[in-house]
């Protein structure tokens, strides 16, 4: 009998004892293709030898020391790390434990700052509708997802949430690219103006939507215009790269396919890669300074900021993605998979859209294509098509998010970047079959 409180109380999970490569063994002798990396996390996927000797070297060394009293230099190594391979501007880091807790870290550096240079009335945070940001009190009330919020409601700081850049669904069919993101970016500036031009603190957004709509990229120049609307009114921007970073979509960074310049990043799930929890949050140089020429401090901090062995298997995930031709791989395999998708499954009546980059992929998945009407939610789309994967030696990353307040069902592909074209081919083979069965 399990003392654990699993996420899913009901499901009765294989034990998972062996991973090599893109593959996890369970304890009954079972081989997974590792499609989903997790959730998006196993980018080198099991097994790395060069990540396993780096935090053995570090444990060997030292394995923990108080930020209080010590820096080490595995945490400054990443740092530097980091700061080198990001787009221009973003020149300080933050290390934390995971996601949620950077995003936590984000909203209270932002608020932190403007207090610093002298505006403490700015108080509102402002994000999208069907997002995700973490499920922390701070990191939930940022994100848009209805159903995650739904009974935590009354315990949730105020947030306010915009329409998010959602082509499949809500482009029009007489506006371009162009005028969507024009659209988008003037209901951004309506918000701001409604609450208040002086009192909005951040916008947040993932430049690629990951676990609410499943890889969902902007439409060309939307971002571009959010940083002007964010400049005119002073501002910040806040790219959440929990998901869709650290090469994840075919660059290290999402949001230098974007080109534009962040305030504030966070970054998780690749950064360690599953071999040691650790996140991030990038900053400006304008922040730091705040700070550094202002209380001197960052008003915040956890046990386990910098620690030292996640950031050794950090640092060394970090040092791996960066090498010549690995997002070449990326860039290549994810083509790949959208092609090997688009052919398996772009006929199939109950496939809506297939979206997404690098090996970053989404598939929404409709009752009818033409009106994109989602699954009645009482069918659990999303779980059956997981237990059919995982009967067929496939784990992928289903999901029930929520269209137009109904929940609406898709499929997240994110795996390792060591995959290799058959393997690519056997994911495509053996998702077909599962969302076959299922639907
Ligand atoms: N932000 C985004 C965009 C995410 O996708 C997630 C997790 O899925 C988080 C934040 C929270 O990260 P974690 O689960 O590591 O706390």
Not at 234 to 242: H, Q, T, Y
Not at 371 to 395: V, W
């Amino acid at each position: 009998m399990t003392r654990i409180l699993h996420r899913s109380i009901a499901a009765s999970l294989p034990h998972a004892v062996a991973g090599q490569g893109v593959y996890i063994q369970d304890a009954a002798g079972r081989s997974y293709i590792d499609g989903s990396g997790g959730a998006a996390v196993s980018c080198l996927g099991h097994g790395n030898v060069e990540v396993l000797d780096a935090m053995r070297a570090q444990m060997d060394r030292i394995a923990y020391a108080h930020t209080s009293f010590f820096t080490t230099d595995a945490a400054e190594d990443l740092a530097g790390k980091l700061v080198d391979l990001a787009p221009e501007g973003l020149d300080y880091v933050y290390l934390v434990s995971g996601g949620s807790e950077a995003v936590e870290a984000a909203l209270k550096m932002a608020r932190q700052y403007l207090v610093e240079i002298g505006q403490p009335q700015r108080r509102h945070i402002i994000a999208r509708r069907q997002s995700y940001h973490g499920n922390t009190i701070g990191a939930l009330a940022t994100g848009g997802n209805a159903w995650r919020r739904a009974q935590f409601q009354p315990i949730l700081p105020e947030t306010h949430h915009v329409s998010p850049c959602y082509a499949y669904r809500d482009q029009r069919p007489d506006e371009s690219a162009d005028d969507n993101a024009q659209r988008l970016a003037d209901e951004l500036d309506a918000k701001i103006r409604e609450l208040g031009a002086d009192e909005v603190i951040a916008f947040v957004a993932e430049p690629v939507v990951g676990a609410t709509m499943g890889a969902v990229p902007a439409v060309p120049g939307y971002f571009r215009r959010i940083r002007e609307v964010c400049d005119r009114h002073g501002v910040l921007l806040i790219l959440d790269e929990v998901m869709c970073g650290m090469g994840r979509t075919g660059s290290l960074f999402a949001c230098a396919a974007e080109g534009v310049r962040p305030d504030l990043v966070t970054i998780a799930k690749g950064l360690g890669g599953g071999y040691q929890p650790i996140g991030a949050v990038m900053l400006s140089d304008a922040i730091y300074q705040a700070f550094a020429q202002g209380s001197g401090l960052f008003q915040h901090g956890h046990t386990y900021i910098c620690h030292p062995v996640a950031a050794a298997a950090a640092g060394k995930v970090v040092e791996i993605l960066a090498r010549p031709g690995m997002m070449e791989q990326v860039v290549a395999m994810g083509d790949r998979l959208q092609a090997g998708l688009e052919a398996a499954l772009g006929q199939s009546p109950f496939v809506g859209d297939i979206r997404g980059r690098g090996l970053f992929r989404g598939i929404e998945l409709v009752v009818d294509r033409d009106s994109k009407t989602p699954f009645d939610p009482k069918m659990r789309l999303h779980a059956r098509i997981k237990r059919e994967a995982m009967d067929r030696g496939l784990m992928c990353y289903p999901m029930g998010g929520t269209i137009d307040g109904v929940r609406g069902d898709h499929v997240l592909l994110a795996p390792p970047y060591i995959i290799q074209p058959e393997e690519i081919d056997q994911i495509v083979e053996r998702l077909a079959g599962a969302i076959t069965a299922a639907t």
